[in-house]
């Protein structure tokens, strides 16, 4: 059972309290973006074994968007933090090299 | 003219732990800027308790605030008041950028009493309720097997609850099951 602290209201959230909002971290490409970079943004997501960021909402509590930054293969969560953000705080990432050293995750690491 | 009624009308039941829906109760969404002074100032003339923070719920008889998200409180009052009490919140609020809404009859509340009250919410809600992890005064948003609803501790050994009035025979007949006899767990 995965179990996450919501960073807006505090509350150690179980997995069933809150609906997964698929890989973070995303940079949008809109119109007049070229097709590669649309479809890429549109469908392409990378599914790693380990170290994960991903977006949550607190469905069933205060309802807001959060990231949390995860281990796939064995459900260790890292951290959670604000979704008000475009990459990872310094503060995770530094969380996650003690437990992982050298991980990658797309343009991070 | 016809008398308000709430979902259940009083409906109660008792097992190992005291089940009822508690009639009638003023429930107002304020949403705003929480640590706006104009906003503090709306929520707690309406309410008379001071201003809960993250995760906190002030509540004097029936008057009370909840902390219900980081813009979000609910704003208790007895059920005869809440027009009365919206129109003086929007008085202060005038020129604020906020919402005051009456929920009061989309909202059923009930309350469930006795020493193991503890033991009948947490077979339905994920929520560590042991009495050190949960203790009066603290409010939660979460969800009873497959509704959402939000509880309080009016003392130790009394929850009250607020869920969807849709949801209220569901959550009802819920908490019969979680109270039924010879049903006692002993895990607090």
């Known amino acids: ?109 | 003219m016809s008398d308000p009624v709430s979902a259940l009308n009083r409906a109660a039941f008792t097992g190992i732990a005291q089940i009822a829906e508690t009639g009638l109760q003023g429930m107002i969404t304020l949403r705003g800027d929480l640590a706006s002074a104009v906003v503090i100032k709306a929520a707690t003339a309406a309410a008379g308790t001071d201003m809960p923070a993250r995760g906190e719920a002030k509540i004097k008889g029936e008057h009370g605030l909840c902390w219900m998200s980081p813009d979000e409180v609910l704003v208790l009052c007895p059920h005869a008041e809440v027009a009365m009490t919206i129109a003086a919140m929007e008085q202060v609020l005038a020129g604020e950028h906020a919402l005051v809404v009456n929920v009061s009859d989309a909202r059923a509340v009930f309350r469930v009493s006795g020493p193991l009250a503890r033991e009948v919410l947490s077979k339905l809600a994920p929520v560590d309720l042991a009495p050190q992890a949960f203790r009066p005064g603290m409010m939660r948003r979460t969800k009873l097997a497959q509704v959402p609803a939000a509880f309080w501790m009016e003392d130790d050994r009394t929850f009250r609850i607020v869920c969807f009035r849709s949801v209220a025979q569901y959550v009802f007949d819920l908490l019969k099951v979680s109270a039924q006899e010879g049903s006692e767990v002993g895990v607090f």
């Open chain 1, 1 to 109: 059972m995965l179990i996450l602290q919501c960073p807006c209201c505090g509350v150690m959230a179980d997995e069933t309290e809150l609906a997964a909002g698929g890989e973070a971290h995303l940079k949008r490409f809109g119109p007049g973006s070229s097709d590669d970079d649309f479809e890429s943004y549109l469908f392409n997501r990378v599914n790693p074994k380990g170290v994960h960021f991903e977006r949550w909402r607190h469905a069933y509590g205060c309802g807001k968007w959060f990231h949390a930054a995860r281990c796939t293969a064995t459900l260790e969560v890292f951290g959670t933090y604000s979704a008000q953000v475009t990459e990872p705080p310094q503060e995770i990432r530094d969380k996650i090299s003690a437990r992982r050293p050298g991980w990658r995750w797309r343009e991070f690491g």
